[in-house]
């Protein structure tokens, strides 16, 4: 098939989509849901005042986690133009989300996130791919030294526990973006993320001691960090990594490298509509809602196309992640080497 045809394969998916309506917006949704996610902050806000000085507060620590990654999730498709029609109406409310609620750049978040979306799994390009403490080929592996080679030597069983700091890390890495004038509007961010700061440390310290708030913010980030990283981490990790020079086109370079996680309308909301990754990254402004009716489409498509559709459930997806990250380590053990990068 000619590089020409290939490129029309797209063009012809995006006229079958467009044709169901799937990229309409679902604004009555997207109110509803936040509308939603507002009470429950604010429910579980009010809890943890009433509760006081308890350990009972750890359990408000767990839900506190799970109203924050959901609220994340809103951010990420708020950022995706997902919600509003208008752009400055999206951007705004994934600045109030991100800085002000959850406490995560958003700005920092959006640069990243993009890069991603434009080159998914590039050994190169996609930051996602790029990371201090994991590797996702031998040639990565190979070059981590010190305290990062023994982590990536271990990385497989090392990479739940990791997920415990990933919360910490994506608070102190976006306001180091912030604080470095590295994003748009810096001093509004800055002064949304100091806002949430000032707010979540001066509740918290009122309410408990010094000893229970400590532990209650170690407990919160912590799940938030872990919730994040698996929502994510079955979306790509374990797929084909690709290299310079690939001759991918757009249709093939984002259904090959992602990989949708099976399920209900349950794992729907669990993963905040990241398990239909593969129609995401084919259509990143598609509302959430719609991603299920597109899934069906998209499948069928890709097989009549003769394009590998890459789909199993949450927990083998989390298989193919640890066995991916144990194999990449496999030559800083002495035990063997991962097959090179985009041969997968």
């Known amino acids: 098939m000619s590089t020409q045809a290939r490129g029309s394969d797209f063009a012809e998916l995006s006229r079958l989509v467009k044709q ?3 990229l309409d ?37 767990v839900v506190l986690a799970i109203v924050y990654t959901q609220i994340a999730f809103f951010g990420h498709d708020a950022g995706h133009r997902q919600v509003f029609s208008n752009g400055r109406a999206n951007h705004t409310t994934g600045l109030l989300l991100g800085n002000l609620l959850v406490g995560v ?13 434009a080159n998914p799994n590039h050994e190169d390009e996609d930051p996602d791919v790029d990371i201090s403490v994991l590797a996702f080929s031998a040639e990565q592996a190979a070059r981590k030294r010190g305290f990062f080679r023994l982590i990536v030597k271990h990385q497989a069983w090392l990479f739940f526990p990791l997920l415990l700091l990933e919360g910490f890390s994506l608070h102190i890495i976006s306001t180091a973006a912030a604080v470095r004038r590295e994003v748009k ?11 949430h700061v000032v707010v979540y440390l001066t509740t918290v310290f009122l309410v408990m001691s010094p000893v229970k708030a400590l532990v209650f913010i170690a407990v919160h980030q912590g799940l938030f960090g872990v919730y994040m990283g698996i929502s994510f ?87 193919h992640v640890l066995k991916y990250l144990h194999e990449a380590g496999a030559e800083l053990r002495g035990t063997g080497k991962l097959a090179p990068a985009g041969s997968r």
């Open 105 to 117: 750049g958003f700005g920092w978040w959006m640069g990243k996130h993009s890069k991603h979306h």
């Open 233 to 319: 981490a079955p979306n790509h990790k374990g797929m084909p990594v690709l290299q310079a020079g690939h001759q991918l086109d757009f249709l093939r370079k984002q259904v090959l490298t992602s990989r949708n996680v099976s399920g209900n309308w349950f794992t729907d909301f669990l993963l905040g509509g990241l398990n239909y990754q593969i129609e995401h990254h084919l259509f990143p402004s598609m509302p959430r809602p719609h991603l299920r009716r597109a899934q069906a489409l998209v499948r069928d498509f890709c097989h009549r196309h003769s394009v590998s559709y890459a789909e199993c459930g949450l927990f083998t997806s989390y298989g």
């Open 20 to 22: 169901q309506g799937l």
């Open 185 to 195: 509007n810096w001093r509004l961010e800055l002064a949304l993320l100091a806002t």
């Open 25 to 61: 917006r679902r604004i009555g949704f997207y109110i509803t849901f936040l509308v939603g996610l507002i009470a429950a902050l604010g429910l579980t806000g009010v809890a943890l005042v009433l509760i006081g000085d308890s350990w009972w507060q750890l359990a408000v620590a």
